[in-house]
């Protein structure tokens, strides 16, 4: 029977992080202890997987992709562009998609030579005990640190200009429907909105700010039904961190009763297939994202080959996209 490395860690009660660490050659694990696993190692003939043997010696052509889950247009967008990426700038590497909770163990045993980090959820302490390993690309969190690169839209840029937009025709009372506490882009986007804001000396009014915590056209929709459920209007325009905000609080608008943009205007964020078929179409912000994602592929492999000194992969696309949701009243 083959000896797993499960096996190696009981048998020397260490636990399989330690073990594999201690094979690896982590300067993290004492002498005494690496010495002591490598010992029973021998004793049990533990013989390493064909992926875990000599990749720290040599590449895997392997990158980890590691999303939240496979929900949403903007993550499957992204996924096609850095496949076509690796595809077009070194064909040797394999894109292996996974979700982070269950398959961190690719990271520490080095079965893959980069991870692309797409879950803004991940600890920054997880981040950094991954980049420890092997360098990380980081698409919606603000990470620092070594082996830590980051990429990113202009999101706040693209906000601040939809909300100056929304301004500028006549709207003075401009409400916001938060995503994600965990996402940058959330967060960038919303930096945007209010330095708008300020820069027009118009107030600030934190009870027309909605909470959603998520980027799903339910969570829109449930949030501004329950802000219109006493059938007031607070506001003559709603901005919202992305598409699918978007769209379910329009459904919510009009269940209650408004009319899309006559009573008040809507925007969203990312310009998805659905923002431009929906009544009334959507205004919203355009991003390339398959562009984005090939340009991390090659941002990416850069990084492994040791060919770029940048720290951060900014790309500049972001441009408002008026539609009837937000026409003249």
């Known amino acids: 029977m083959n000896v797993t490395i499960k096996d190696l860690a009981k048998y020397c009660n260490y636990s399989v992080t ?100 797409m ?77 708008a804001l300020e820069s027009m000396n118009l107030e600030f009014r934190e009870d027309i700010i909605f909470d959603a915590d998520s980027f799903t056209e339910e969570k829109g929709y449930l949030t501004i039904k329950e802000v219109l459920k006493n059938n007031k209007l607070m506001f003559d325009a709603l901005m919202c961190g992305n598409d699918e905000l978007a769209i379910g609080a329009m459904r919510a608008i009009k269940e209650a009763g408004y009319n899309v943009p006559k009573d008040v205007k809507v925007t969203g964020f990312d310009n998805i297939d659905k923002a431009s078929l929906i009544s009334p179409s959507l205004s919203t912000i355009s991003v390339d994202w398959f562009g984005y994602g090939k340009r991390v592929a090659k941002y990416a492999i850069d990084i492994i080959n040791k060919k770029t000194t940048t720290e951060a992969l900014y790309v500049n696309s972001a441009n408002v996209i008026k539609r009837d949701s937000s026409l003249e009243k």
């Not at 390493?48 to 720290?56: I, N, Q, R």
């Not at 096609?80 to 292996?96: A, H, P, T």
């Not at 500028?168 to 909105?193: D, E, M, Q, V, W």
Request: with cysteine; proline share 5%; glycine share 6%.
């Open 119 to 195: 879950d803004p959820k991940l600890d920054i302490n997880l981040l950094k005990d991954i980049a420890s390993i092997l360098p990380i690309v980081v698409l919606d969190k603000f990470a620092s640190g070594d082996n830590i690169y980051m990429a990113d839209v202009n999101n706040e840029e693209g906000m601040y200009n939809q909300t100056l937009d929304l301004i500028n025709s006549g709207c003075k009372h401009i409400a916001y429907l938060l995503g994600p506490h965990a996402s940058y882009h959330n967060s960038t986007r919303f930096n945007g909105y209010k330095r």
């Open 18 to 117: 330690t073990v594999s660490y201690a094979l690896n050659g982590s300067k993290e694990i004492p002498e005494n202890t690496r010495n002591k696993i490598l010992k029973a190692a021998e004793e049990l003939n533990y013989v390493p997987s064909a992926y875990a043997s000599g990749l720290k010696r040599k590449k895997s052509f392997n990158i980890g992709v590691f999303i939240p889950d496979f929900d949403g247009p903007i993550h499957h967008t992204v996924l096609s562009g850095l496949v076509s990426g690796f595809k077009e700038y070194d064909s040797r590497y394999n894109m292996l998609v996974m979700i982070p909770d269950s398959n961190l163990s690719m990271i520490r045993g080095r079965m893959v030579d980069l991870a692309i980090i």
